[in-house]
């Protein structure tokens, strides 16, 4: 009796099973052997991280990456620094500088599997690794998991290491690319692990990778807003879902594996008492699927709780970050089948009452073609957050009030700004050339290790 099919289906044992493959990986080093290893992307620029010939399938993705604004003149050029950002208080007079505070929203990530003219996969940067709200927070689940420094946890913009284990099979081709939407440069560390294979998976089994961003800002929700969350005048049937939330919606054969999900709830009573539903195939009403709540369908109870469980759980807590919450749910254990056509809804409040900024990556497998996924635009992603406007002394009258010496400095500290400005955007486009010429190399690179492998059968 062949034990193959065991040992191919269980994780800590598949590594026993011998297969014909080859392992190889995409990253963005330097490959003139010196230590600039972040990929520079232009704002309006889009950079191809890995453009791979098949079969096979990515097994990994580790992602480093930064966006910094310059707020004023640096002691260090970074002509001469060495390094992607300045990571030094900017109390200590060396630098001024931030963190974008909204480019995990701005930046966005798209793959394509085989000959998909679009993209099957489209998010934010931030919300394909479950880092909702473009805020920093440290959680780890089975196929995602994000690293923050203590000093950045639950910053808008805060710096965070991300890693995907999800794997993204193909047969002909994997193409994956960065989209810097914002204002600033955007720099991008990565590791793209890959394995190929011989020969094709079976069309008749193969299924693709997908993911795809959601917003609605506010939901449609019916009700004002003194209109108290389990409140009596709640108690409106819905009996079809269809003012719904959706969170997906495809055509095909497939597997919805799960979602993360972003809310800022602005009545500050509670967001999460809304029912799942999902219709599946030629489901009217009830759906094949119909919950309870919201925290029940992210497998909580009596609220949310401050924990992050291998398949589902909270990133970030509203008792944390007042208003703010980020949970998920991963269908790993448990897929949700599909064989023409699937809708995953939830409502927003009971019965769709509540007006709150709502959020959420999907991520399904699925048949090509795929849907054509689009994504809103920067303006209508970016996340809503608290902001301090600083008092101005740009009125002329204040201004007339400055001595001389107190003019002066304000003007040194103009030029010094220009100078240092000028000498970083010189150092970010040859950052920026180098990297397109490393995702040239990068493609020659594969296509070696390809051929290499392919001669090895022989």
């Known amino acids: 009796m062949s034990t193959s099919a065991f ?7 598949s590594a026993a099973q011998r297969k014909t493959a080859r392992t190889a990986r995409i990253s963005s080093w330097d490959q003139t052997g010196l ?6 992307v232009l704002p309006g620029k889009t950079a191809v991280l890995a453009d791979i010939e098949g079969p096979g399938k990515i097994t990994h993705l580790w992602f480093v990456q ?6 004023g003149p640096g002691l260090i050029p970074y002509s001469k620094s060495g390094v992607a950002m300045m990571e030094i208080h900017n109390a200590l007079g060396l630098n001024y500088e931030e963190s974008d505070p909204d480019y995990y929203r701005k930046v966005i990530i798209k793959m ?25 927070a440290n959680f780890q689940s089975l196929p995602f998991t994000v690293s923050v420094k203590p000093s950045e946890e639950k910053k808008f913009g805060g710096a965070a290491a991300f890693n995907c284990y999800l794997p993204m099979p193909f047969n002909k081709r994997a193409r994956i690319e960065i989209e810097n939407q914002g204002e600033d440069a955007y720099f991008q560390y990565f590791y793209i692990d890959y394995e190929l294979r011989p020969a094709a998976f ?20 019916w009700a004002p807003d003194n209109m108290q969350t389990n409140s009596l005048e709640t108690q409106v049937p819905n009996l079809d879902g269809k ?25 500050g009573t509670w967001w999460g008492e809304g029912d799942d539903m999902i219709f599946i195939d030629d489901d009217e009403w009830p759906p094949s699927m119909h919950g309870t709540g919201g925290e029940d369908y992210f497998t909580q109870g009596w609220g949310m709780q401050k924990n992050a469980y291998p398949f589902c759980g909270t990133i970030i807590h509203e008792e944390d970050v007042p208003g703010y919450q980020v949970s998920y749910r991963w269908h790993l254990p448990d897929p949700v089948r599909f064989n023409s056509k699937i809708k995953v809804t939830l409502e927003h409040g009971h019965a769709n009452h509540l007006r709150d900024d709502w959020s959420t990556t999907a991520y399904w497998y699925q048949t090509l073609p795929g849907p054509r996924l689009e994504i809103p635009s920067v303006a209508l992603r970016l996340p809503n957050r608290p902001q301090v406007q600083p008092p101005s002394l740009a009125d002329p009258q204040t201004r007339r009030n400055l001595s001389e010496l107190q003019k ?27 990297s397109v010429e490393r995702s040239k190399l990068n493609i020659e690179h594969a296509k070696k290790i390809r051929k290499a492998f392919l001669d090895s059968l022989k």
Request: charged share 25%; aromatic share 12%.
């Open 7 to 13: 040992l191919d289906g269980d994780l800590l044992s």
């Open 35 to 40: 230590n600039e290893d972040a990929w520079v």
């Open 66 to 71: 930064t966006c910094r604004r310059i707020l």
């Open 112 to 136: 394509y599997w085989d000959d998909s003219e679009t993209p099957n996969v489209v998010a934010p940067i931030g919300d394909f690794f479950c880092l909702g709200h473009s805020m920093a």
């Open 202 to 221: 079976d069309p008749n089994e193969i299924l693709y990778f997908h993911a795809h961003w959601r917003r609605e800002n506010p939901t449609n929700g």
């Open 243 to 267: 003012g719904n939330y959706t969170i997906l919606e495809t055509t095909g054969s497939g597997t919805y594996i799960g979602c993360n999900h972003s809310v800022l709830h602005f009545q």
């Open 408 to 434: 002066e400095k304000i003007e040194q500290r103009d030029e010094r700004m220009k100078a240092f400005v000028d000498d970083r955007n010189q150092w970010l486009e040859r950052r920026s050339l180098a």
